[in-house]
Structures are given as structure tokens and as C-alpha cells.
């Protein structure tokens, strides 16, 4: 009844669309993510008017896109993802598991001829990525009441716009958002298809594997301060150098991360200044973003790292200022749903695997409300995602929709058994 | 006969007209330097109005001031500095220089009736800092025949605007700068006082240095490449990480620039791309400035980080390439000049230092065309410059007049023997 098949034409469909020479720009509350939408919409009506008649759909109020296939019991199973991207992304982080879910709401109407023993639903999620206004899972934390409505409504993109402006311009109101939670009604089960974005399902050459659940993140700003000085008139010995202080943390998150087996500690941006080649740094600004399955293993990393930075900087004559910048809980999913997605996979490739997910995704802040939840990753060659290079085995793929098919049934009757 | 304190009246008044709260605002080609420039001219012609009938002054084709008092002698005793400063910069940097060879110069004419035994010059080089444009020594190396037109024109400052333009600007051709080569003839001796800008008189407990030359500077754009990938999901074993390469090397120039007594070795600029908080960081740019006095010691230098940079590119999965900004020889200043400013130094208040200078000045252009240079350096308190918090007893800037005068002296007498 499924048809995989079905799901790379539309990927491709969407592609073609959607992506330029650099990669997919379907980048949140812009016309190409407008135009996604109402791409998606059109195989919406061939739906309703060819096998599901009673097909509903609408936009809650914080833009999230939701699907609705009436069943028998009000009780629903959701399927979702995002079809928004980051600017040149891949042609998958997000859009798979929309499209997939689309593929299977299909599948189940053709089963049931139209009514399913339970209601289906299928969410598009806003702004997962938050690349334009850096507020991920914009429209999953406002469905689950875990959104910053004060912080968001000014942030702004490169070019100035504030984010409440970005969503007035498509209809939305930024006060009105928390009004999404409406939708946890009758939720019973929340699904969701990724591609792994990382190596190790690849590593191991296992097609698909079981998220146990999303890492803790702590993100923080650390400022080291030191002296700036004349690169030229000033002996090595009386510096403060604030860049040798950062450098030698820079270098210490790795053993501090790699004391614990899942645990990842990344320094993704420095900033030096005044940041002329003829000046000793007065002044480094980096960021650091540590994650893991256990909230204790992250509160000691956290701990280790703001130790190492005091001695850091105490040894170079500086000042160190740490300043948090987001923070969130490790998110564990459901035990059965995991253990449903782990039969499912197994039967569909015959090898599975157990791993967390490190990125956060939209199924994070559904599982915080208590809707259980599990997540499925597909391999991602080389582990690349967030841009044009970001890739995934045709087959896989196939495989990956097969799979979700074989655990929404499988839902279905858990959900009818509860 | 000599009044130090007149020279701490011009350099207040100068400060008064020409910084604002953030400090000293004579960037080259602004119109704040040119009235610098403006009041200066009142000083000579309140000079040759009174003491000095027979000044003369002009610009050279490159923008550097010219002062002239004719001697018997046409052969030229020569004391310079530059009256531009940095954005934000010190009151005394440059200025200093000027201002005390303007009263070295008013001395002697005193002293011989306006007739010295010798041609007595001051200069007031153009664009010495190179802070709007990037391009330092930009007038004395145009003296010098150092200089780089069609490399220079084309700068720009923050605002886009060319070098080119800002010398149309202010009446010059980029092409004619050359011509302030003529400006060499007859010169016999250079002598300029400079600010230290560093700590080392300060740490001694001196007031006065001898420079025994200007350092050598190597000075290279460094970029580690590795694999821009997820904070999240790539786990600590599979990453590319250039930023923890260039941190191996931000730490190792330190022990590689200690092995020699008198070498700095600088990372002045970090920057990391993407550079935000969720992705590992997968290119890094770097600068790095090396200076030594000794050519030999200065090329280990460059070998040992090139090295270094090699090994942790490797470690890290990354490629390394370097690329030269800049660099200069290490140019050694006349043996009998550096004697007698030691005696002037000593005389003047006894004690005395022979240093190197880790910054440029436009005495190594000087002395480059083999005009017998040297320089003194007064202390600098907590070795800071290029800062509005750049500050110098008055008492020292008094004793640095009073050396300044003793050593002109000497060095007439000097010229008149060779």
C-alpha cells in the first residue's frame, strides 16, 4: 500500500522549487518557504479529492500547519517535521519527514478507505530552524507552551526586520502564538522521520536507526579579558593575552566531553579584539555548546569547563565572564514507542540501532507536554547536514518511509489499546 | 637655552584641538590631521617671525612636511616624527617627535643667531600609522623608494573610499609620490624620539633608551580548513576541527618566540566560519606577527610556526595554508649615533638602556637608504599606546627634550667631522 517511491518524487518536486545552485532556501517566513507551503498544499487537494474526502487542514495561530484525517476515534496519531530549512540546505532536514508523513497519511487512507480507526494528523512545524531569527522549534514551543513570546517578538534578522514583523507579514500575531496549544488536544502519539544529520548510523552501516531521545543542551557566551598591547613592543613575558587564555579552553572541552561515551562539546565561534594582526587580544569572546543524554554528565561538563576557564585565565593575567544563552533538559522519548520503532525497523531492514539525538528537533518539545513520543533517523552520508552537500542513500530512504508506515500501524493499534 | 616645557604646552594645545573623549582623532588624510597640520604651520610662522627669518618649509610630493633652517653647511642634521595618530589614539605618540624636534630646532636657531654650522631639518612624516588605509610608513617609504603605488592605491578605508581618492583629496598624486625621494639629498644624520610603547623603561626604572634598530617583522594571514559540521550530532572522534588547530598554534608561538631573548610572536586575529554557536568550526583564519632584531633568529621563527602549524593541521584532520601579508629586515641603526645619544642620555640624566624596537617607525625607512639614524625612547607608563590611556611622566617628556637637544648637538659636531 505504501509507495516510497512517491516520496523521492515529491523531494525531488520539492527541490526543483525550492533550491538554488547553493542549496535549498526554504528559510522560515520568507516567499520560499511561502512557496513550499503552498506546493504542499496542492498535494493536499489531490488528496482530499481523490482518496480522502473528509481531509482537513489548517494553519494554527503560530504558522504550524496541521493535517487532519478524521478516524473512528478522536484519539490521533501525528506525524510531522518542518519544510522549513537554513539558508543553502540540504535537500532533506526536514522536509523528509514531512513528505514522508504525507506519504503514509496516504497510505492509511488508502487502507482504511477514508476513515481510519484513529484520526491522522500531519504537522508542518514553523521555524525549526531559527536560522533567520536564531529562535528554533519557533512553532513546536509555541504549540507546547514553551515559547519567549518577550524575547522573540525583537529579534531581528541581518537585514533589520523584527521577527514580529516577519510573522505580521504573514499573518500571523507574535501575542497570539501561544494559542497553538489548542492543538495538543487528543494528541496520543507524535512520530517523527529525520535524517540522523550525524555519522553514526553510517559508521556502523545500519540504514535506520531509534532515537532515545534529545540531548540536554547547555549554550553559553564566554568572555576572556585581558590587555591589549603592541604586538611589537610588548615582551612576551608581561602579556595578557586574552586569546591564549580561550585557546587552551578551546582545547580542554574535548577531554572534559570525551571523559563521558555520548557527550559533545563544540566552540563554534571566537571573536578577537581588537583583532589586528599588530595587537596583542584584549578581549575573546567564544561560545560553547555542550550536550548529553543525562542531565547529571551535563551539569559536570558544564562544572569542569567553567573550572578549566578560571584557571585559564587566572594563569594568563585575564578575567573570564561566562554568560548563558539558551539552555534545555535532556529530552527522553517514550519506551514503548521506542521499542514499537525498534520492530518496525527491524522489520523492515532487518538491523537496528539505539542512539540519542544530538540536534534538538520539533519532537523534543512535544515530548516535554507529555505526548508520547519517538523519533526514527535515517543514515546521513558523512554525516553532513545544514548544507548543500547533505546527502542520503536513495534506498535509504525508501527504506526510511517503509519503516514509519510499518511503525504508524503499529501506533495505531498501541494508541487503541491505551 | 633649550625649554622643555614649551614642548608640554604644544602638546596640550594639540591634544585640546585635535582629540575628543575617546583620545586623539589626527587619522592621516583626515581633516583633523590637516589641522593639526594647520597649527603647526602657525608655530613656524611664529618661529620665522621672531628667531628664525631664514625658515623655510614645504610639502614633498608624498605628503611629508618639510622644515628647513639653512645652515652654513648644506649638509643636513635631520630630526623627525608624524603628527598622525590613530583613531582613539595617545597624546603623545608621533606628535611627541615632532613637537620636540620643533623646540630642538628653536634652540639652535637661538643658539647660532639663526645661522647653525649645519642645515637643521624637522619632518613631519605623512601616514605614518597606516590606520585608516592598512599601509604604515606610508610617506617615509615613499622617501625611502619603498614604496608599493600600485599595490596602495587601490585601498580603501571602511568607507570604500581609495587611498587614491583621499590623496587627490588633500592635493596629491598616488603616481608622484616617488618624487619625495629628492627630499634625500645632502641629508647627513636622522634622529627621532619616540614614546617606547611598550615596558621595558618602565620595568627598568629608566626614563631614557637608546634603540639599537627596529625588528624584523614577519607577518602572515594563516587558514586552517577542516569540516564545518554539528554541534550536535558529530561526535568528538570524527571531527575536522580548525578552530583546535589554530588554538595548538595560538599556544605553541609562545614557547617558539621565548626561545629567544628579545622575540614576540603575536595571534592578534581569530576568526571562525561559520562561526555560530551550533556548528563545529570548519575554517579558521588567523594572523600571526613575529619581530625579532636578528634575520637569522626571525627566519627559525617563521620555520618552527610553519612547522608547528603543519604538525596540528595534521593532528586535526585540517590543511594549513599561509599566506604573507608583510613583511620587513630588521634594520639596524648607526653605530656612532646610538654612542652619542647613549652619552646624551647618560648626561642628561644618568642612566641609560640600549632596546630594540618592536614597533615601526619612520626612522627604519631612514635608515634603510643609508642616512645614519637613530632614535631615542622615552618611558611609557604600563607599556601601553595606540590608546587614549597612553600617558608618559611630564618630567620624563622634559629630561627626552633636554637628551634630544644634547644629542643634536652632538651629532652637528659629528657631521661636521665626517
Not at 70 to 84: F, I, N, Q, T
Not at 171 to 186: F, L, M
Not at 231 to 244: C, I, K, Q
Not at 383 to 389: E, V
Request: net charge negative.
Amino acid at each position: 500500500m505504501i509507495d516510497p517511491k512517491a516520496v523521492l518524487t515529491h523531494l525531488d518536486e520539492l527541490r526543483a522549487l525550492t533550491a538554488d545552485d547553493d542549496g535549498a532556501q526554504r528559510l522560515a517566513w520568507s516567499p520560499v518557504w511561502l512557496k513550499a507551503r503552498a506546493w504542499f498544499e496542492e498535494k493536499l487537494t489531490t488528496l482530499s479529492t481523490t482518496i480522502a474526502p473528509n481531509l482537513e487542514h489548517h494553519y494554527d495561530a503560530a504558522g504550524n500547519h496541521w493535517v487532519t484525517l478524521p478516524g473512528a476515534s478522536e484519539k490521533a496519531l501525528v506525524l510531522g517535521s518542518h519544510l522549513d530549512s537554513v539558508p543553502n540546505g540540504g535537500w532533506l532536514d526536514g522536509c523528509l519527514g514531512v513528505l514522508a508523513g504525507l506519504e503514509v497519511l496516504t497510505s492509511i487512507a488508502k487502507q482504511y478507505k477514508g476513515e481510519p480507526p484513529v484520526t491522522i494528523k500531519l504537522v508542518d512545524w514553523a521555524d525549526e530552524e531559527g536560522a533567520r531569527f536564531g529562535r528554533s522549534l519557533f512553532g513546536s514551543s509555541a504549540f507546547a507552551g514553551t515559547h519567549s513570546i518577550e524575547a522573540d517578538r525583537v529579534r531581528t534578522d541581518r537585514d533589520g526586520l523584527t521577527l514580529e514583523a516577519a510573522l505580521a507579514h504573514c499573518g500571523y500575531t507574535v501575542e497570539s502564538i501561544g494559542e497553538a496549544a489548542i492543538e495538543q488536544k487528543n494528541l496520543s502519539a507524535y512520530l517523527e522521520l529525520h535524517i540522523e544529520q550525524g555519522p553514526i548510523l553510517e559508521k556502523l552501516g545500519k540504514p535506520l536507526g531509534v532515537v532515545q531521545g534529545t540531548k540536554g543542551v547547555e549554550r553559553w557566551a564566554i568572555t576572556f579579558r585581558g590587555q591589549e598591547a603592541h604586538s611589537g613592543s610588548t615582551p612576551m613575558e608581561v602579556r595578557r593575552d586574552a586569546l591564549a587564555a580561550c585557546a587552551k579552553l578551546a582545547l580542554e572541552i574535548r577531554p572534559i566531553a570525551r571523559k563521558h561515551p555520548q557527550s559533545v562539546a563544540t566552540m563554534g565561534s571566537v571573536k578577537t579584539f581588537p583583532g589586528i594582526v599588530t595587537a596583542v587580544v584584549g578581549r575573546c569572546e567564544a561560545t560553547l555548546d555542550m550536550r548529553d543524554l543525562d542531565t547529571k554528565v551535563l551539569a559536570q561538563m558544564l562544572a569542569d569547563a567553567q573550572a578549566a576557564s578560571e584557571k585559564f585565565a587566572a594563569e594568563e593575567g585575564c578575567t573570564v565572564e561566562w554568560s548563558k544563552i539558551w539552555s534545555i533538559e535532556p529530552i527522553p522519548f517514550n519506551a514503548d514507542l521506542i521499542r514499537l520503532c525498534d520492530q518496525a525497523i527491524m522489520e523492515t531492514v532487518g538491523v537496528s540501532e539505539h542512539l540519542p539525538s544530538g540536534p534538538l528537533h520539533d519532537a523534543a518539545e512535544v515530548a516535554r507536554v507529555g505526548i508520547p513520543t519517538v523519533m526514527m533517523f535515517v543514515q546521513s552520508l558523512n554525516g553532513l547536514s545544514h548544507n548543500k552537500a547533505e546527502d542520503t542513500i536513495r534506498e535509504h530512504i525508501e527504506q526510511a518511509v517503509s519503516a514509519l508506515n510499518a511503525l504508524a500501524g503499529k501506533t495505531i493499534t498501541w494508541i487503541l489499546h491505551q
